[in-house]
């Protein structure tokens, strides 16, 4: 258990509709991060949160959207979703942000757009 | 911006049989780290490299970190069952977010 806790584990939604997926860091983490795994495709980089501000943008889709609230927890908004964004979405922790900070992954939220 | 490739993409080997994943980078890296991801898990950290050249050995992985600091291998000696998953390499430069390859999946037949 790497004490970092996603919901939900699975989601099932239709094209068209917003999700939203919840992230809960590790106790004493800072810094959050969301990644999107789709098939062969590794682990594509979203947008980063220190201490509830946007520290770093990655391939974020314009639909997109998170936020880091004061007790650390963060949330990753999908809107207008597409078949296309149907992955495994992760959040990561690490105590600082930059080098030198391992990361610790939750188990994922999986994403099926129907 | 910095991209990080790794090959090969799948690797299948006989049990007992040495495995090798390479990872490099268009950017010179602050650091290196290595992850392991099992089937239907969640990526987990192995290791972080920050020196130019440096190795580093845990059980049978050995992890090397090229003396330009763009490239990185992980080598895995006698391969066993419990060594399959997809094994990612992930970079920095300077404070950017870990930036992480395609990862190597490793097939293991027993």
Known sequence: ?????????????????????????RSGDLSVYWYQQSLDQGLQFLIQYYNGEERAK??????????QFPDLHSELNLSSLELGDSALYFCASSVVPG???EAFFGQGTRLTVV | GQQVMQIPQYQHVQEGEDFTT??????????????????????????????????????????QFGEAKKNSSLHITATQTTDVGTYFCAGTSGNTPLVFGKGTRLSVIA
């Open chain 2, 22 to 63: 390479y990872c490099n980078s268009s950017t010179t890296l602050s650091n290196i780290q290595w992850y392991k991801q099992r089937p239907g898990g969640h990526p987990v950290f192995l290791i972080q490299l920050v020196k130019s050249g440096e190795v580093k050995k845990q059980k049978r992985l050995t992890f």
């Open chain 1, 58 to 67: 990655g391939n974020i889709l314009e639909r997109f959207s998170a936020q």
């Open chain 1, 99 to 101: 080098a030198n900070t």
């Open chain 1, 1 to 25: 258990d790497s004490g970092v806790t996603q919901t939900p584990k699975h989601l099932i939604t239709a094209t068209g509709q917003r999700v939203t997926l919840r992230c809960s860091p």
